[in-house]
């Protein structure tokens, strides 16, 4: 079964720091990675998308890959209190499942003031 | 533009009733998602419309779920009769107008409590 796996959390940072989410993927044929914040009782929302090895910059989003390693993280610089959410970390699927999102869990981000 | 809408947000109904969740994709989106989230766990795929066709339905749980895209526009999901277990949120999400990839765009859930 094709699993996305991410570092449980809850994770708590001060305002101002770097706050760094972690994301493993089992899928190795898988093109397509997403981070989605989801604020408590809304939508998931999508903040970043990437496609190639490398780093993607977003304004205070980072997100990074690294097919080799099956590894995406998503960096957020100078945390604010308003980026105190849950971030999944979804891929899609490859091959006749290449529509299909599969997500971790979650992160808890908690951005203290 | 409209995001994804989703009725109800709510709803709590007893073992062996029938709910049925609707969702309105956003305009012109041919592709729509039902996913679900049961407590503790990620975010699961259920199925998949390409306007009214079901693409994919892999990820229904049982018989007991039915869902619906009448005329390619919006979509309902029924449970009957429901159980226990079916407790979670709904997710709805639309995506890829003809020629446009879009990632999915998620609806705000339908939370169902099973009694």
Same mark, same amino acid.
């Given at each position: 079964?094709? &699993?996305? &796996?991410?570092? +449980?959390? /809850? *994770?708590?940072? /001060? &305002?101002?720091?770097?706050? +760094?989410?972690? =994301?493993?993927?089992?899928?190795?044929?898988?093109?397509?990675?997403?981070?989605?914040?989801?604020?408590?009782?809304? +939508?998931?929302? *999508? $903040?970043? +998308? $990437?496609?190639?090895?490398?780093?993607?910059?977003?304004?205070?989003?980072?997100a990074?890959?690294?097919?080799? %390693?099956?590894?995406? %993280? *998503? *960096?957020?610089?100078? %945390?604010?209190? %308003?980026?105190?959410?849950?971030?999944? =970390?979804?891929? &899609?699927?490859s091959g006749g499942s290449n529509y299909k999102l599969t997500f971790g869990k979650g992160t808890l981000l908690t951005v203290n003031p | 533009e409209a995001g994804v809408t989703q009725f109800p947000s709510h709803s709590v109904i007893e073992k062996g009733q029938t709910v049925t969740l609707r969702c309105d994709p956003i305009s012109g989106h041919d592709n729509l998602y039902w996913y679900r989230r049961v407590m503790g766990k990620e975010i699961k795929f259920l199925l998949h419309f390409v306007k009214e066709s079901k693409q994919d339905e892999s990820g229904m749980p049982n018989n007991r779920?039915? @869902?619906e895209r009448t005329g390619g526009t919006y979509s309902?999901?029924?449970?009957?009769? @429901?159980?226990l277990e079916?407790?979670?949120?709904?997710?709805? @999400?639309?995506?890829?107008?003809?020629?446009?990839?879009?990632?999915?765009?998620?609806?705000?859930?339908?939370?169902?409590?099973v009694t």
């Open positions: 079964q094709k &699993e996305v &796996e991410q570092n +449980s959390g /809850p *994770l708590s940072v /001060p &305002e101002g720091a770097i706050a +760094s989410l972690n =994301c493993t993927y089992s899928d190795r044929g898988s093109q397509s990675f997403f981070w989605y914040r989801q604020y408590s009782g809304k +939508s998931p929302e *999508l $903040i970043m +998308s $990437i496609y190639s090895n490398g780093d993607k910059e977003d304004g205070r989003f980072t990074q890959l690294n097919k080799a %390693s099956q590894y995406v %993280s *998503l *960096l957020i610089r100078d %945390s604010q209190p %308003s980026d105190s959410a849950t971030y999944l =970390c979804a891929v &899609e699927g | 779920f039915l @869902a309902t999901l029924k449970v009957q009769p @429901a159980e079916d407790s979670g949120v709904y997710f709805c @999400a639309s995506s890829w107008r003809q020629g446009v990839w879009e990632p999915l765009h998620f609806g705000n859930g339908t939370r169902l409590t």
